[in-house]
């Protein structure tokens, strides 16, 4: 089993400000065997993100951002490079291992919710940390402060289809957050979400980035919400355009 990877640990540099490095890639690839081809999405892909920063990644459809959060999120293996996180390199972990990291280290945000349907708010956020192993009872009491703090206190026992498109991505917020991740992937989060919906989500991802620390690196399209993020970079062609 993995140990714990703790904010302790030696890390691959530091930011101005003497930030931790949370994430260090260099050199990433990952290639797909396509029609008997071989199809490059990221070509030797460097990045860099500090500890208690909120970054957006833009660019057009299929220049790898989607790919690059699957494989900083431990949900695929990159074909080539390295990423170290917390200064502890990711390679070599076995399968299982990888899955203890997402559960207990990442949190995740997709632009399609994928909250299960049968489930209310409340039982969808719990899902992460019983699979982790925690006790229903404690993981309750943080799952509801977190959709409490999300705002929908009164909406804590609906099901998905009992919720708008905007309540829906704040549940999937919560159940990010529940096992406490150090770093938030989130891919095109407010992507099917009218404009006023859009900005009330990145507004409570950015009031959780500040309260609490927590790290996030957003894909998205949105280039208002994009400017309104730390930092910004630009992925072209498989690589972040250092312009």
Same mark, same amino acid.
């Given at each position: ?7 302790? =640990? %030696? !890390? ?5 400000? @003497?930030?931790?490095?949370? !994430?260090?890639?260099? =050199? ?12 490059? !999405? ?17 660019? #057009?459809?299929? #220049? &790898? ?11 695929? /293996? ?9 200064? $502890?390199?990711?390679?070599? +972990?076995?399968?299982?291992?990888? #899955?203890?990291?997402? @559960? ?16 209310? =708010? ?13 006790? /229903? ?6 799952? *509801?402060?977190?959709?409490? *703090?999300?705002? +929908? ?18 549940? %999937?917020?919560?159940?990010? +957050? ?21 900005? +009330? !989500? ?6 959780? @980035? ?11 399209? $949105? ?7 730390? *930092? ?5 062609? &498989? ?5």
């Amino acid at each position: 089993m993995v140990e714990p990877i703790s904010g302790e =640990a %030696a !890390v691959a540099g530091q930011a101005v400000d @003497n930030k931790e490095v949370i !994430v260090s890639v260099r =050199a990433l690839e990952k290639s797909y065997r396509m029609g008997g081809g071989l199809v490059r !999405v990221l070509r030797g892909l460097d990045l860099e993100i500090h500890a208690g920063e909120i970054v957006a990644v833009t660019g #057009a459809s299929g #220049a &790898g951002k989607s790919t690059l959060l699957h494989i900083l999120g431990a949900l695929e /293996r990159p074909s080539g490079g390295e990423i170290r996180y917390k200064g $502890n390199s990711m390679s070599g +972990l076995s399968d299982a291992e990888m #899955a203890l990291f997402r @559960n207990r280290e990442i949190g995740f945000i997709f632009q399609f919710h994928h909250l299960l349907p049968e489930f209310s =708010a409340l039982e969808n956020v719990t899902i992460p940390g019983m699979l982790g192993g925690e006790s /229903r009872r404690e993981v309750e009491v943080r799952a *509801r402060h977190l959709i409490e *703090r999300v705002g +929908l206190k009164k909406r804590i026992h609906h099901r998905p289809s009992e919720l708008s498109g905007g309540e829906q991505q704040r549940v %999937a917020i919560a159940r990010a +957050l529940v096992n406490r991740p150090s770093l938030v992937l989130a891919d095109e989060p407010t992507g099917n979400l009218d404009s006023e919906a859009a900005s +009330l !989500v990145f507004e409570l991802m950015k009031e959780i @980035n500040h309260s609490d620390g927590v790290t996030f690196l957003v894909a998205t399209h $949105n280039v208002e919400i994009a400017k309104r993020m730390d *930092r910004q970079t630009v992925m072209v062609d &498989g690589r972040i355009d250092a312009k």
